[in-house]
């Protein structure tokens, strides 16, 4: 099961004039994903802030997956994709274009977001836009690709063959990954 911290970047929930809606969204879908929340915090728009409680949930083995909600917009306290960046060893830039690509469907100004995510040791960081229809579209986006992301950042890097995907050249061949 993974272990998912969730982070709510928000000054206006900080500070109590605006309800946290997206951190329990999150946190709910993920749950319904068949992880496990290990921690949610709020934290300021800062990223000084938003880094050190991303390298302590990774690097001391609280949590193998970081999501963050907030803080990835154009705004001038929008810092959460240069706080992810200034803790991690990769980028995984797929991420960020899937979800920006499948947030197009339904929002004119999804390419706007800059959500990604990226990898620090072995776990796994990924960035959603802050309101709540925002983060779970983005997340629904790549959660098919997160168990096989945590995997091969854990070190289990053996490919699993999806029957339905399996193909062969012949018949009596050995299935090939594809």
Known sequence: MIRVAVLTISDSAVAGTREDRSG???AEKAQALGWSIVAREVLRDEKEEIAA?????????VADMVI???GTGLGPRDVTPEATNAVADRDIP????????????TARFASLSRGGAAA?????????PGSPKGAIESLVAVADLIPHAVDLLQ???EHKIEPQKAATDK????????
Not at 53 to 61: E, H, P
Not at 94 to 105: D, I, S, T, V, Y
Not at 171 to 178: D, M, R, T, V
């Open 155 to 157: 070190g289990r890097t």
């Open 171 to 178: 018949p009596g061949e050995a299935s090939k990954i594809i």
């Open 68 to 70: 963050t909600t907030g």
């Open 94 to 105: 797929g991420f960020g274009e899937l979800m920006r690509a499948e947030g197009r469907k």
């Open 24 to 26: 329990p969204a999150v």
């Open 120 to 128: 620090r040791g072995a776990g796994l960081i990924v960035n959603l």
């Open 53 to 61: 409680a991303m390298s302590r949930l990774i690097d001391q083995d």
